[in-house]
């Protein structure tokens, strides 16, 4: 193989990864930045004991959907059991929205006002196309995340 023929082999692959990186990097600082918002708030996490999830009030799912890069051959294939159970769990406690701790204030009108501090952001998710391309896909329940990542509850428990 020439030199030539190298380099535009090597310049298709990086195209082609471009988009993948480029989401992933989007969905990276999207965590942090939630991260640095949540840990800055004055309720934090530290204070909120019963924010967790709790193991009972996480399901367990399978895969029903190509939405793993696999890091040898770069093609997108089905999670195994630990890379599942990791976007589960990661799902979960980000998506687990109590609304029994959050402040609320009374109003002089006679109306609430609940205090948000950060919770009910989005989360941004990322999914192969059979094209190599990625589709990216803003949920707010782990409903959402779970239709759109092709995750169906495991009734065999």
């Given at each position: 193989?020439?030199?030539v023929?190298?380099?535009k082999?090597?310049r298709?692959?990086y195209l082609r990864l471009?988009?993948?990186l480029?989401?992933?990097?989007?969905?990276?600082?999207?965590?942090?930045?939630?991260?640095?918002v949540?840990s800055e708030s004055?309720?934090?996490l530290?204070?909120?004991?019963?924010?967790?999830?709790t193991p009972q009030?996480i399901?367990k799912?399978k895969?029903t959907?190509e939405?793993?890069?696999?890091?040898?051959?770069?093609?997108?294939?089905l999670?195994n059991?630990?890379?599942l159970?990791?976007?589960?769990?990661s799902?979960?406690?980000?998506?687990d929205?109590p609304?029994?701790?959050l402040?609320?204030?009374q109003?002089?009108?006679?109306?609430?006002?609940?205090?948000?501090?950060?919770?009910f952001?989005p989360v941004?998710?990322?999914?192969?196309r059979?094209?190599?391309?990625t589709?990216?896909?803003c949920?707010?329940s782990m409903?959402?995340?779970?239709?759109?990542?092709?995750?169906?509850?495991?009734d065999?428990q």
């Amino acid at each position: 193989m020439t030199d030539v023929n190298r380099d535009k082999n090597s310049r298709k692959v990086y195209l082609r990864l471009l988009p993948l990186l480029a989401v992933s990097a989007i969905v990276i600082g999207s965590i942090v930045a939630g991260t640095k918002v949540f840990s800055e708030s004055p309720r934090a996490l530290v204070s909120m004991p019963n924010v967790m999830p709790t193991p009972q009030k996480i399901k367990k799912y399978k895969a029903t959907r190509e939405i793993t890069i696999d890091k040898q051959t770069g093609k997108a294939r089905l999670p195994n059991d630990a890379e599942l159970a990791e976007i589960v769990s990661s799902l979960t406690s980000m998506l687990d929205r109590p609304t029994d701790m959050l402040p609320v204030t009374q109003l002089k009108n006679g109306g609430e006002m609940v205090e948000l501090d950060g919770a009910f952001a989005p989360v941004a998710l990322a999914r192969p196309r059979a094209d190599g391309s990625t589709e990216v896909k803003c949920v707010t329940s782990m409903e959402e995340a779970a239709d759109f990542l092709g995750l169906v509850e495991d009734d065999t428990q």
